[in-house]
């Protein structure tokens, strides 16, 4: 069975950037679909962003314009780049691949994304 393994996640500030990585035991043909998910606390797994193999993409809107998934060279990785992150972009982001035999899920990465922050002050 192929495995599948993720790497890159981590802290950032909103606004900043980050690349997820995700590779694979064996190469895989560009007709079947790799790409990401993730999971927020208390919520259900979502479709992020899939390359579906002939070159085509499915975002969700959420990240349409501000995310990118492509394709290695060397058709055992496939990449997330994730720009202008948002504090709502903080989950667990899972790497999936799709034959005609598998149904693969990597082990997950955490990604978090820090807010600007807000001052509070209460009066004497």
């Known amino acids: 069975q192929v495995q599948v393994v993720e790497s890159g996640g981590g802290s950032v500030h909103a606004g900043q950037s980050l690349k997820l990585t995700c590779t694979t035991s064996?190469?895989?043909?560009?007709?079947?679909?790799m790409g990401w998910y993730r999971q927020a606390p208390g919520k259900e797994r979502e479709m992020v962003a899939v390359?579906?193999?002939?070159?085509?993409?499915n975002y969700a809107s959420s990240v349409r314009g501000r995310f990118t998934v492509s394709r290695g060279s060397a058709r055992n990785t496939v990449f997330l780049q994730m720009n202008d992150l948002k504090p709502e972009d903080t989950a667990v982001y899972y790497c999936n691949v799709r034959t005609a035999w598998d149904n693969i899920w990597g082990q997950g990465t955490q990604v978090t994304v820090w807010g600007q922050g807000t001052q509070v002050t209460v009066p004497w």
């Open positions: 064996r190469n895989i043909g560009s007709g079947n679909a």
């Open positions: 390359d579906v193999g002939a070159g085509y993409t």
